[in-house]
């Protein structure tokens, strides 16, 4: 796993540090959609329920001691500034962050770059990927965590918000409400089937090669596959 920081850097092809060796082959890319992103990943929602319900329970306390409904009314929305400012903050960083993030994926790997002050990129190579999951929305957007081997360090902070949340002790790297979400997992399972293939093959020759019996290649990225597309059926 590398990680680049991309602040000034001048990027010959969007959302990627540098052109694309030959023979590896850009497979799809694309950005977060920022509603779902601030829905989901900026935790609008429960922020906004929170605030509905300490503005309810003042509502109820002020008609209990016997005020006026407009008296307790007014009692209630002087919360209305601090909501409406919290959620603001909230939409913003999901739109900034949905305008600064582009996920990659090539025949070898996943990219992600992300940041609105620091713009970084990771590169997530298939086999360090122990595992990935697909999580789908009525909408049709989704997520798609990616398991790194234990081997690897995952810097949470250069990932967030592209990251699974409440994986605190290993992070995983996550390709966060991406639109066609299920599509988007086939072509990464099928990319991930292709890339064990070509490294079990590799690794049969070169055993013959040498004149003695390896095991089977087993790389890390079987697991991601055969989970993604059960996902994806």
């Known amino acids: 796993m590398t990680y680049k920081d991309d602040d000034f850097a001048f990027e010959p092809v969007p959302g990627l540090p540098a052109h694309l060796p030959r023979g590896e082959e850009m497979l799809w890319q694309g950005s977060p959609q920022w509603r779902s992103l601030a829905w989901r990943g900026m935790y609008v ?20 001691e016997g005020g006026s409904i407009i008296a307790a009314s ?49 590169n997530l190579p298939f086999n360090i990927i122990e595992n990935a999951a ?8 989704g997520d798609v965590p990616l398991k790194i081997a234990k081997s690897q360090n995952v810097y949470a902070l250069a990932l967030w918000p592209n990251l699974r949340p409440w994986n605190f002790s290993r992070p995983e790297p996550m390709l966060r409400s991406i639109p066609d979400a299920q599509r988007i997992a086939g072509i990464l399972a099928k990319a991930l089937q292709v890339s064990l293939e070509d490294g079990e093959s590799s690794s049969a020759g070169r055993a013959q090669a040498a004149g003695r019996t390896e095991p089977r290649a087993q790389a890390a990225s ?9 996902a994806v059926s």
Do not use: K
């Not at 739109?95 to 990771?122: C, D, K, N, Q």
């Not at 697909?134 to 957007?141: I, M, W």
């Not at 079987?222 to 059960?230: I, N």
């Open 45 to 64: 929602r429960p922020v906004a329920i929170y605030f509905g319900l300490i503005m309810a329970w003042r509502l109820s306390e002020g008609l209990g």
């Open 74 to 122: 007014a009692y209630a929305l002087e919360l209305l500034p601090a909501a409406l400012g919290a959620l603001g903050v909230l939409l913003a960083l999901a739109w900034l962050y949905a305008g600064s993030t582009i996920y990659t994926i090539t025949s070898r790997r996943v990219v992600i770059r992300s940041g609105v002050a620091l713009p970084m990129t990771v």
């Open 134 to 141: 697909l999580r789908l929305s009525q909408d049709g957007s």
């Open 222 to 230: 079987s697991l991601t596959a055969h989970d993604l597309q059960g």
